[in-house]
């Protein structure tokens, strides 16, 4: 059984900085592409950031020179630094992976998701 688990999420002021984590456990061949995603109340869940298994990233526009996504392929760990944070930036954050479990068995999972609350 695969598993995700994101830690780091909290209550920041405007301006400050956080550090997410998404650790993947349990049976794993291989991981492909992993991503942060976020909701925030009322809206439809967006990407953040992505980053591919060699190490490729991309971005939303609105987290550009903000963020920076990055992973350790040896621990399976995803990581989303966030600096200079606004309060638009509050939502939940949920990690996503593409893992194989097996050669030719893949699928998407997803983390729980760990809020993030951007006010002074």
């Known amino acids: 059984q695969v598993q995700l688990v994101e830690s780091g999420g909290g209550l920041v002021q405007p301006g400050g900085s956080l550090r997410l984590s998404c650790a993947a456990s349990g049976v794993i061949f291989s991981v492909n592409g992993m991503g942060w995603y976020r909701q925030a109340p009322g809206k439809e869940r967006e ?5 591919t298994s060699g190490g490729s990233t991309n971005y939303a526009d609105s987290v550009k020179g903000r963020f920076t996504i990055s992973r350790d392929n040896a621990k399976n760990t995803l990581y989303l630094q966030m600096n200079s944070l606004k309060p638009e930036d509050t939502a939940v954050y949920y990690c ?3 893992i194989f479990v097996a050669p030719g ?3 998407d999972y ?6 993030v609350t951007v006010s002074s």
């Open 47 to 51: 990407l953040v950031a992505g980053i």
């Open 96 to 98: 996503n992976a593409r």
């Open 105 to 107: 068995r893949d699928r």
């Open 110 to 115: 997803w983390g729980q998701g760990t809020q």
